[in-house]
T-cell receptor
Framework: SQQGEEDPQALSIQEGENATMNCSYKTSINNLQWYRQNSGRGLVHLILIRSNEREKHSGRLRVTLDTSKKSSSLLITASRAADTASYFCATPGGRGGSEKLVFGKGTKLTVNP | DTEVTQTPKHLVMGMTNKKSLKCEQHMGHRAMYWYKQKAKKPPELMFVYSYEKLSINESVPSRFSPECPNSSLLNLHLHALQPEDSALYLC?????????????FGPGTRLTVT
């Protein structure tokens, strides 16, 4: 019952550039989360944005949510080599649409020094 | 303490072995999760415990047996696994099982079944 679908699947940029990743989902949601995963490690929560919010910031991260288009974007500004990781959006899903968190396929970001 | 710990970090087991994965959190979270992640794929939910009771079993084969001895501990007992069960097994916890709460993940156990 996959909800979110990230785009692009892979992104390679130079240090200092901005990185934008998009997430589209299928059904109405009341919140959306973004997570980061360094290679072979556990996931780290980045931001949760609720359906009544359009934009949220955390340090160099900016997340937007457009409920009319059923999409969200994650912008990382002034990227660093340490930002190299996979990024997943996660939305409520399962029975009734709010039983569990469902992760999208992810965007693999590579930041070259 | 916002850490979820998992042991062991790596595990190699034969198809006839019995082993257990362990997970611990001391954040007072009431929900704990097991996820399975294959290479280049997103985590897939296996089990959810809420207030020490199993609330979701995602039709996981019975060779995987979860256990929640108390509010801080979560185990995953493994028996007669198949090579296709080789994966990264992630434990997570959250304040509540509602998907509106952020989940804290452990570093995972890399399992290889030979």
């Amino acid at each position: 019952s996959q909800q979110g679908e990230e785009d692009p699947q892979a992104l390679s940029i130079q240090e200092g550039e901005n990185a934008t990743m998009n997430c589209s989902y299928k059904t109405s949601i009341n919140n959306l989360q973004w997570y980061r995963q360094n290679s072979g490690r556990g996931l780290v929560h980045l931001i949760l944005i609720r359906s009544n919010e359009r934009e949220k910031h955390s340090g160099r991260l900016r997340v937007t949510l457009d409920t009319s288009k059923k999409s969200s974007s994650l912008l990382i500004t002034a990227s660093r080599a340490a930002d190299t990781a996979s990024y997943f959006c996660a939305t409520p899903g399962g029975r009734g649409g709010s039983e569990k968190l469902v992760f999208g396929k992810g965007t693999k970001l590579t930041v070259n020094p | 303490d916002t850490e979820v710990t998992q042991t062991p970090k790596h595990l190699v087991m034969g198809m006839t072995n019995k082993k257990s994965l362990k997970c611990e959190q001391h954040m007072g979270h009431r929900a704990m999760y097991w996820y399975k992640q294959k290479a280049k794929k997103p985590p897939e939910l296996m089990f959810v415990y809420s207030y020490e009771k199993l609330s979701i079993n995602e039709s996981v084969p019975s060779r995987f047996s979860p256990e929640c001895p108390n509010s801080s501990l979560l185990n995953l007992h493994l028996h007669a696994l198949q090579p296709e069960d080789s994966a990264l097994y992630l434990c997570a916890s959250s304040q509540d099982r509602s998907p509106g709460y952020e989940q804290y993940f452990g570093p995972g156990t890399r399992l290889t079944v030979t």
